[in-house]
């Protein structure tokens, strides 16, 4: 591999075993060094800026100043890059990681890709769906790796993993978004993550991701549930209320001008 530092990811694959298996309510792991230092550097400077290519950035009840972009130029680094966390070899490390056998890439980036955050950003905690709309294969791992340089605390921002029961809503871990750092973490029915609180960046910096989703054709029948869409929870009170609001407005507005042509 040519961006991945597979090599000291195989060196430390014992102790990020460990610290997998033994997360609580679900299994997570935080990776620093996720690829190679002049490939973290290329990369981050390929990520293009929201002006000038083809973001998405829809408005959702949950989700605001989020920007998504998925197709790229074939050969290019970014193409290169997925390709990569695509691979049978990252595949087969992220099996001897988790435990989860047989994973299967999903070439179209389906919610994957690029990611790309805005001051006023914010993602409510939630699950992700769990079975993909095409292809029908369950939902099993995310892989995040973030990519921002001279991130301080004030931005906000930090991915926060939580237990959420019928009695019982607390954060168990959270990590901020930093250069180069990855997060792996499995998707099931309890794992809750997100970032709820509202980015406070610069008008000039933007919180920069790369997301890459992986599938099995079946999963264990304890885990199994009735096929569902992203299930979003409220860990903010009156201001998590207040900001769904205000997000659904948004939301249609920029539908009905859409329909329009304004």
């Known amino acids: 591999m040519n961006l991945i530092d597979l090599h000291g990811l195989n060196h430390r694959l014992p102790e990020l075993q460990s610290k997998f298996a033994h997360q609580e309510p679900f299994r997570f792991v935080h990776i620093p060094h996720f690829f190679l230092p002049d ?40 193409q290169q890059t997925f390709n990569e966390l695509n691979s049978s070899d990252f595949r087969n490390w992220l099996g001897k990681l988790t435990g989860i ?44 790796v973030y990519m921002n340089k001279n991130w301080l605390p004030e931005y906000k921002g930090d991915v926060e993993f939580w237990k959420i029961t019928a009695t019982e809503k607390k954060m168990v871990a959270k990590y901020a978004p930093l250069f180069n750092e990855c997060v792996i973490f499995e998707t099931n029915e309890h794992s809750y993550h997100g970032h709820p609180e509202p980015l406070n960046t610069p008008d000039n910096i933007s919180r920069k991701s790369i997301a890459v989703y992986y599938y099995t054709k079946e999963r264990p029948e304890s885990e199994k549930a009735h096929e569902h869409n992203t299930v979003f929870v409220n860990t903010r009170g009156v201001n998590g209320a207040m900001h769904k609001i205000q997000n659904s407005i948004r939301a249609l507005i920029e539908r009905i001008q859409k329909r329009f042509g304004n």
């Open 39 to 78: 490939a973290a550097e290329k990369i981050h400077a390929a990520i293009p800026a929201i002006e000038t290519a083809n973001w998405d950035n829809t408005t959702y009840i949950n989700q605001v100043n989020k920007y998504t972009l998925n197709k790229f130029e074939k050969d290019s680094l970014l």
């Open 101 to 144: 056998n047989d994973l299967i890439a999903d070439e179209n980036l389906f919610g994957a890709g690029l990611h790309q955050s805005v001051k006023g950003a914010q993602l409510n905690v939630h699950v992700d769906y769990n079975i993909h709309p095409v292809t029908k294969h369950h939902r099993r791992l995310n892989v995040l």
